[in-house]
């Protein structure tokens, strides 16, 4: 994964949380030692610490992982990546200057850790599960279904179950052998993924240059009846506009109208596609001297948005200033990168 892409966040990340795993699996070994016969165990020595600090910033790190593949046009919450700093300060600085014995001891070192990996674990669930009847991209739909009903629920079992409830007790044993199998059926997963390429599509941040739709090819009855319903009926006004709600209207199956939207827009969510038509036709409203005095809000739930904060935040999103911002401009620049406002 990273050969193939070593600049992208996502693989790197994904290459950490391999390195974390076999961190996990010698530690493991060696600490449940007096369980194993003496040819499978392993004696770790000195480098104890250091793999521990590994193996317990894999939910974190799992975290981000979810995010970057699934959390489009989104930007990671500071709050977050300060309790991810905290944990990694516990697992690794905080051991040495802080208590290690008696109440504040076991707060320190088992109770917030454990806290706050299953809080990384519930994010990465709701990064997972958010928005997955708009993802365009198959591929990434089977992978929100192995992270979301495997890989996470792995996590919150290392991070709950084995670091509070069975602590040294050979049902904590038997729980990292059967956690060790569930990560062994997951790397099975990506593999075959990978020896075709599919992880790919989700791996690429960036999608594929959009064309305008006006340019897009009368000859495709899909493509034409997608852009009359666009740009004449202004169905992406409706405020509860759904992908089944678009198929139902062109007549084609969902899984066709994915296909169609991700393939020939190169839009990998369908949120994502809707954003960008509501902001074309704000843009096209923001711009016409006609409409000067028309109130922002107006404007804004007329392209289909249900409130202010919701629009305001999209279009800085996809523009990159406030609608004010942009309606006082002499000359309002056109939607970048996707579909450009025009009149219609």
Known sequence: MLARHPRNISAQIAALIAFNTICHIVLSRYEYGYWIAAPYQFHVGDWAPALNFARNLTPGLFMVLCFTLFADRQRFP???IALFAFEALLEGPGRWFLPL???PGDLELRVLPAILQTVFAGFSLYWSLANWSGDLVETRLRARI?????????????????????QDSIANYYGH????????AVLVFLLVFLSDGSLAVPLEKKPAAARP?????QSDPALARLAQLLERDHIYRRPSLTLKDLADAMQLPEYRLRKLIHERLGYQNFNAFLHDCRIRDACRQLRDPAMKRVPILTI?????????????????EVMGMTPSAYRSQDQAQELPGKISPQST
């Open 78 to 80: 500071r709050w977050l």
């Open 213 to 217: 739709l006006p340019s897009l090819p």
């Open 300 to 316: 804004a739930l007329s392209t289909g948005y249900q409130s202010i904060n919701t629009f305001n935040r999209g279009f800085r």
């Open 146 to 166: 192995v992270l979301a009903s495997v890989i996470a629920l792995n996590i919150i079992g290392s991070s709950l179950l084995l670091r509070l409830l069975a």
């Open 101 to 103: 014995s008696g109440v």
């Open 177 to 184: 052998v059967a956690l060790t199998a569930v990560n062994l």
